[in-house]
């Protein structure tokens, strides 16, 4: 099956699946509420057994190491994260585990990860299968040879396999960022603009003071934040990621990071940081010679 004929099944409800490699780490321990509260942007005095949430890892200046899901699972705390950034992860909770009762695992290598779309019908029971629902997706984590049988079930089932190019049209029209593309060590975690990541009443965090000063002033300079082609393009050509982002009058708006062809909009969209000024959904900016303006996300 094409990109095209597969993009066309999963926007129209179909059943699809990707495979990629992704951090998990296990931590526990009697104190591990009290270290981890302390090293991320989000509560987790306030996460129930069975729940997951967003949360982000900034550094002392409030900028990005990583971002995790963290679901809980009795008094076991599973991370989730981006290949890129599971060895930060893991070296940034591991050097608490000699400070008290606090643990660490990497279980990464022992799992495989199969992001699934629009199923439907339930998936073979695996007693050691770990699932965390997205907006857009149901994610496991599977044992090499559990994942498997979940792929032979999919194809069965007449899911369609997600290849990368695919995966990345789908990934920057539902808005999701990726590191070292759309964000990096260089990122304020605030001008991510990613709901529910950011706990502004719980007690301190390392960033925190960075992070609560520019929300309690009022607003970001930046923020990523969707950015579409005004026309749709006359050729393949087009912008690139790193564009620079002009207003009318000339002055520097922000700097497209992701950039795809959405089939669905028949237009080209891209992920991008924009300047606080031009946030506005319907900004008209240029990229290039190419009129874009700016839009909320998830595109699609």
């Not at 593309?181 to 990541?197: A, N």
């Not at 506005?280 to 303006?293: F, H």
Request: hydrophobic share 40%; proline share 4%; glycine share 10%.
């Amino acid at each position: 099956m094409s990109d095209l004929s597969g993009y066309e099944h999963i926007r129209s409800g179909g059943d699809g699946f990707y495979e990629q490699k992704r951090g998990l780490i296990a931590v526990w321990g009697k104190e591990a509420v009290q270290f981890l509260d302390g090293m991320i942007t989000n509560d987790m005095k306030t996460l129930d057994d069975g729940a997951h949430m967003l949360a982000a890892f900034p550094n002392a200046q409030g900028r990005l190491i990583a971002i995790v899901r963290v679901l809980r699972e009795g008094d076991r705390f599973l991370f989730e994260t981006e290949d890129a950034t599971r060895e930060k992860v893991f070296q940034n909770l591991f050097r608490f585990t000699y400070a008290g009762d606090f643990f660490v695992e990497d279980l990464s290598e022992s799992y495989q990860y199969i992001e699934i779309f629009g199923v439907k019908d339930a998936l073979p029971v695996v007693e050691d299968t770990i699932t965390l629902k997205s907006d857009f997706s149901l994610d496991c984590f599977a044992r090499p040879v559990d994942a498997n049988a979940i792929g032979g079930h999919l194809t069965a089932a007449g899911a369609v396999t997600i290849s990368d190019d695919l995966y990345d049209t789908l990934r920057i029209e539902n808005g999701i960022p990726k590191y070292g593309f759309d964000m990096d060590e260089t990122t304020i975690v605030s001008e991510l603009g990613l709901k529910d990541m950011i706990s502004y009443t719980k007690g301190c965090y390392i960033g925190q003071e960075i992070i609560a000063r520019i929300h309690f002033r009022g607003h970001v300079a930046k923020q990523l934040t969707g950015v579409i082609r005004a026309e749709p393009p006359a050729s393949a050509g087009g912008f690139l990621p790193g564009a620079e982002l002009m207003s009318p009058n000339g002055k520097n708006a922000g700097r497209i990071t992701s950039v795809t062809y959405s089939p669905k909009l028949k237009k080209q969209v891209c992920l991008a940081f924009v300047r606080y000024e031009s946030l506005y959904e319907g900004t008209p900016l240029r990229a290039g010679d190419v009129d874009v303006e700016v839009t909320k996300l998830p595109f699609v």
